[in-house]
């Protein structure tokens, strides 16, 4: 298991042992709880980035009905809604590099700690009883809240694409994808359920008890999962091929990866802008479909819910049809049919957008977000995870999802401004669906035409290929997998002593 649980009887593999080579038969795997707990338990964090994210919708809603002179005269509707993606970039560029030249388990467990912390904040959010002051604390907890998640991308994703290096081959990117956009896509709809439930707890009244409940319950799934986390070990892999203890050779590492980083970022940035807002603002143009003033919210949260549910069926048909068909070729497939949902969104806005309509308009929505989940919803995660070497894995997936999350700060940021250049009710809603099927166009020739095959064995194949190519510019790579304290002369010391038969002497 390369990022298993720790035993104490279980013997440690030696990590400078000589490589494998990709040329001979590998390692058809293996599913079982043993190898799919680790997989789950690296990446099931990315739940809070979709509970977390999702639910600041419905509390926005909640305070603009709870404060509506002072929320509206302000810019908290902006930065409530987009200041944790801030905090989520900077914790991925800094977690990201960590996770590699560091740990990824204490990188883990590090967000994790941050992540309760601060979301328990946030939901306690007090300031002398002033309304603009409680405001502006909310928006400085929830920069923290943003850079406990960003940990969650390298260290979580890396490792569980490590780990699923040893399930069955032919399952490999299905459990990758069932336990970091699954997850994430299952926080969104229990991040839409929740303030359902408390609102009709609270009959639709009190409104602060409402939000701050919203809030609170975020603690509870990172609480559990950083007990688990303790239990888990480095991954083999990591162990093998970091660069944890040596100088990285970055320069090197840019020449070999940097185009296709490049594609991997802007990919990833053309979901997230498009992605988020419509998972943030689902409620609010839910609202528009209604009065917004008089309507229960436990209607606009419940429709908001049915709406989200549809992220569900999407990631998880696709997480199988990521194995059948390949990654890109998933992605290309989704944005191709979430672009023709979106201009035919756009176009009959008018007549779907009324509320003797809202269950047609919840399902071609719903369709519309499960397209987006079956393409690059599931599938940009885990190129970036597959699609570079162990040594930089976690830096890598850290820029790329760093730029995604950028992506998703500038979306939230200008979507009501897209919505602005409409003159009427429904021009306001259509443009921003004219916006996100043209990028649709855009992410499939991206992915198509300037990104490589992904295959079952691709974590073990970039380790021998970025070895290679190390190797051929004059690098030796027998530093790769040194521990701390150690040279290469010692390793290659205490391998000569292991070879000799017991009693001889040198």
């Known amino acids: 298991m390369p990022f298993g649980w720790r035993r104490k009887s279980e013997p440690v593999r030696d990590a400078t042992a000589e490589p494998y080579s990709v040329t001979e038969p590998q390692s058809q795997g293996h599913t079982d709880t043993s190898t799919l707990l680790p997989v789950f338990a690296c990446g099931a964090g990315l739940f809070s980035d979709g509970y977390i994210n999702n639910v600041i919708g419905s509390v926005s809603t909640v305070l603009a009905r709870e404060y509506p002179t002072a929320y509206a005269n302000s810019t908290a509707i902006n930065n409530v809604s987009s200041i944790a993606f801030a905090g989520t970039v900077v914790g991925q560029l800094v977690f990201g590099v960590l996770a590699d030249k560091w ?64 399930l069955k081959t032919g399952t490999r990117n299905r459990w990758f994808i069932l336990f970091t956009n699954s997850a994430i896509d299952v926080g969104f709809v229990v991040g839409a359920f929740v303030p359902y439930v408390v609102a009709a707890a609270c009959h639709n009244g009190h409104l602060s008890t409402q939000w701050r409940t919203f809030l609170g319950i975020g603690v509870v799934f990172p609480l559990v999962l950083f007990f688990l986390r303790l239990r888990i070990r480095e991954p083999e892999e990591f162990s093998r091929n970091s660069m944890a203890h040596v100088r990285t050779p970055w320069l090197l590492a840019l020449r070999f990866y940097g185009p296709r980083l490049l594609v991997v970022s802007i990919i990833w940035f053309i979901y997230d802008f498009s992605s988020y807002p419509f998972g943030l603002y689902g409620s609010s143009i839910l609202s528009s479909i209604y009065d917004s003033d008089t309507a229960p919210l436990t209607t606009i949260f419940g429709w908001n819910t049915v709406i989200n549910l549809f992220y569900l069926p999407g990631t998880f048909i696709g997480a199988f049809v990521s194995d059948w068909i390949g990654p890109r070729y998933a992605l290309a497939l989704g944005v191709t049919l979430q672009a023709i949902v979106g201009f035919i969104m756009a176009g009959c806005y008018e007549q779907l957008a009324q509320a003797k309509y809202v269950a047609a308009f919840a399902v ?84 198509l035409f300037f990104l490589p095959h992904i295959g079952q064995d691709t974590v073990q194949l970039e380790d021998e290929k970025f070895r290679a190519y190390l190797e051929s510019k004059g690098w030796d790579t027998r530093q790769l997998g040194l521990k701390r304290g150690e040279s290469i002369e010692s390793v290659e010391e205490r391998r000569t002593e292991e070879k000799l038969p017991a009693g001889s002497k040198m």
Not at 121 to 134: I, K, N, P
Request: proline residues 3%.
């Open 103 to 166: 740990s990824r388990v204490n990188t883990l467990l590090v967000s994790t700690t941050v992540l309760i912390i601060f979301t328990a904040l946030t939901a306690a959010s007090y300031w002398h009883g002033q309304v603009a002051g409680m405001l502006s604390i909310l928006v400085a907890w929830r920069f923290f809240v943003g850079v406990g998640i960003g940990g969650e991308y390298p260290a979580g994703s890396v490792g569980a694409s490590e780990s699923s290096a040893e």
């Open 364 to 447: 071609v929505y719903g369709i519309f977000l499960a397209l987006g989940e079956l393409g690059p919803g599931n599938n940009i995660g885990l190129l970036a995870a597959k699609t570079s070497a162990t040594g930089i894995r976690g830096t890598y997936y850290g820029i790329a999802a760093a730029v995604g999350k950028i992506g998703a700060f500038i979306g939230t940021y200008i979507f009501p401004y897209i919505e602005d250049a409409g003159h009427t009710a429904a021009t306001s809603a259509q443009y921003p669906f004219y916006v996100s099927s043209s990028l649709c166009i855009l992410s499939a020739v991206l992915v």
